[in-house]
């Protein structure tokens, strides 16, 4: 059982004494999360934590995970897609899919709790299955900067049945949407398995495990095979980088249960590794247990993040945390965390010989690579930890619970 206490001398003790005195107007209250996947990506992982420490401070917090068919489960990474900029024939037969699969899911899922919060688009049509008798708080995880108009026309139909909308960066806040709009920034758990400080000895053992050699310094990029994290321009960096520096590149990869397009999107990339998969120079390891990422993401000598659309991008995060230093696209939520040249480097997704450029920086200059990292780490420290997200959302619900009454 995770518990508050756990996070002292993590975190100062004011910052633990304000989440108890935010929890004290919502002692005995239900709140019920809902999302698409319980493993596998960013959301979960955060939940997990979330929903311990509500129950830890005196909330009965609950989490559901909505039932689709993989037909829905592709309609709906369409609609994420688009909802980041994609492309999308928004048919009316895909309409009614998503729409019957979540009012199917809503006659087996009563929801009579005081607050009902839907993460991300795969369960926002819900709400208008049921007869609101509680605030609905929809918290979006993705880039909205520039959203497909119909999508984005036909998904505020039900939007605009939410009391309140919680998203990771003012970019994405939309002047044309009357509903109320929260800056709420995503965190990692410290005290995961994935987050916990190792020791070298354990580092190394799941280093390994893993396949990878030590022989040479290691970049690596962490996140789902998906079209916004660009791993085909990982590999047109890397081939720069390898023109100047002796290194290997490492795919630290996982598959969500509700992203059905991760498994083409390997193989298109495993094509394009080529000679370099061959060689052992790039190598891909499945990321699907915490220590062996938290090893990696460690053992790593540069982190890169090349996102074209990121909602926040808690790889990024993570990588900060570990004190390794990070090279990452200047998009979405990225900038939140790194501030260039102080904690880490930021660059122009496009700007592919720019990010070689960083990346060999580092690999030559140890020291500097070291300052970077643990700038990193104390951003985190201050910014971005659970308790910090505990605290927004206590906050949050005691605000929109104070408007209604």
Same mark, same amino acid.
């Given at each position: 059982?995770?518990?508050l ?10 910052k633990?004494?304000?989440?108890y005195?935010?929890?004290?107007g919502l ?8 999302n ?15 929903v ?13 995970i909505?039932?689709?068919?993989q ?10 897609n ?14 009614e899919?998503?729409?019957?699969v979540?009012d199917?899911?809503s006659k ?8 009902v ?7 926002l049509?819900?709400?208008r299955s049921y ?8 918290r979006?995880?993705?880039?909205l900067?520039e ?59 799941q ?7 030590t ?6 990029q #962490?996140s ?5 994290k $660009? ?5 047109? *960096? +890397?081939?720069? %980088?390898?023109?100047? =520096?002796?290194?290997?590149? #490492? ?6 249960? $509700?992203?059905?397009?991760?498994l083409? *999107? +390997?193989?298109? %990339?495993?094509?394009? =590794?080529?000679?370099?998969?061959k060689n052992g120079?790039?190598i ?18 540069v ?5 074209t659309r ?23 939520g990225?900038?939140i ?13 496009d ?9 060999v920086?580092?690999?030559k200059?140890p020291?500097?690579?070291k300052?970077l990292?643990?700038n ?5 420290r201050?910014?971005?930890?659970i308790?910090r997200?505990?605290s927004?959302?206590l906050?949050?619900?005691?605000a ?6």
């Open positions: 059982m995770l518990r206490e756990q996070f002292r001398h993590i975190v100062p003790d004011e633990i004494a304000e989440i005195k935010r929890a004290r002692y005995g209250k239900h709140v019920m999360h809902i698409a996947t319980y493993q596998g990506g960013g959301v979960a992982e955060m939940l997990y934590p979330l311990l420490l509500m129950n830890d401070v005196g909330i009965n917090a609950g989490w559901r909505l039932h689709g068919s037909e829905f489960f592709e309609v709906t990474k369409s609609f994420h688009a909802l980041q900029g994609g492309k999308l024939n928004l048919t009316e037969k895909k309409k899919l998503y729409l019957q979540n199917n899911f087996f899922t009563h929801l009579h709790h005081d607050y919060i839907v993460h991300d688009p795969q369960p049509s819900l709400i007869r609101k008798t509680q605030p609905w708080i929809w979006c995880h993705i880039d900067t959203p497909h108009k119909e999508l984005w026309d036909f998904l505020t139909g039900y939007l605009l049945k939410y009391d309140q909308i919680a998203v990771s960066s003012e970019k994405y806040f939309k002047d044309d949407l009357p509903v109320d709009q929260r800056l709420m920034f995503p965190a990692i758990n410290p005290l995961s398995l994935k987050n916990t400080p190792i020791d070298e000895r354990t580092m190394l053992e280093i390994k495990k893993a396949g990878i050699p022989d040479k310094p290691v970049i690596t #962490v789902r095979l998906d079209p916004w $660009d791993p085909e321009g990982v590999i047109d *960096i +890397f081939k720069h %980088v390898k023109e100047q =520096a002796d290194c290997r590149l #490492v795919f630290c990869y996982n598959v969500a249960s $509700d992203d059905p397009e991760g083409r *999107i +390997f193989n298109k %990339v495993r094509r394009k =590794a080529g000679r370099f998969l120079d790039i891909f390891v499945v990321g699907n247990r915490e220590l062996l990422v938290n090893a990696i993401q460690k053992f790593s000598d982190i890169i993040q090349k996102s990121e909602g926040f991008c808690l790889a990024v995060t993570e990588a900060l945390w570990k004190g390794t230093a990070v090279v990452a696209s200047n998009v979405g990225i900038p965390q790194i501030e260039d040249g102080k904690n880490g480097f930021l660059l122009e997704p700007d592919t010989q720019g990010f070689a450029d960083r990346i920086h580092l690999l200059n020291e500097e690579a300052y990292g643990q990193g780490r104390e951003t985190v201050r910014k971005f930890l308790t997200l505990l927004d959302y906050y949050m619900l005691n929109v619970m104070g408007a209604r009454d």
